[in-house]
């Protein structure tokens, strides 16, 4: 079970959560509404590269990154979207694709949408393509420690 790393750290840390099991989604408009959650309140993991580096971008799943104007924010020349094939393995228990934003857990830094930052649960894949794991954002916060950025994002 993918969600089993996930709901153990989440469990260990006492936090409280709400697991929504839903039939196979792979995209993240498609799963928030499958496990019937606002795409302002999904929150979709996007892998990059700054310079050689892998980090986490979290936005809201009806939103898409700007990856030149994240560049300019964390002021990296270098910035691109990471390959599956560069990220797979770091995500071992995880389907592809469906990889949860927690980047204390995978050992890299995580940027989060200030958007998601402003909404009071975040739901987020558990690490499969047919279980949500939704919570509250403080919780989230205060777990992962993500860098909150206002970059810009399109519709």
């Known amino acids: 079970m993918p969600a089993t790393k996930v709901k153990a750290y ?3 840390k006492g936090i409280k959560y709400v697991s929504i099991l839903h039939s196979p989604a792979y995209t993240a408009p498609e799963v928030a509404a499958s496990a019937h959650v606002s795409g302002r309140d999904f929150a979709k993991t996007v892998i990059v590269m700054i310079e050689d580096e892998m980090a986490m971008v ?4 009806s939103r898409h990154v700007l990856l030149s104007d994240l560049r300019d924010m964390i002021e990296k020349s270098h910035l ?14 995880c389907e592809l694709g469906a990889m949860p934003p927690l ?22 894949n558990a690490g499969s393509h047919t279980e949500v ?10 777990l992962v420690q993500p860098t909150v950025l206002e970059f810009i994002t399109t519709p």
């Open 10 to 12: 989440l469990d260990t």
């Open 133 to 142: 794991i939704k919570m509250s954002y403080d919780d989230f916060e205060r």
């Open 58 to 61: 979290v936005l809201p799943a």
């Open 103 to 124: 980047g204390n857990l995978y050992g890299m830094p995580t940027y989060v949408s200030g958007e998601l930052a402003e909404e009071r649960e975040i739901a987020f």
């Open 80 to 93: 691109r979207l990471a390959s599956e094939a560069e990220f797979k393995d770091r995500f071992p228990d």
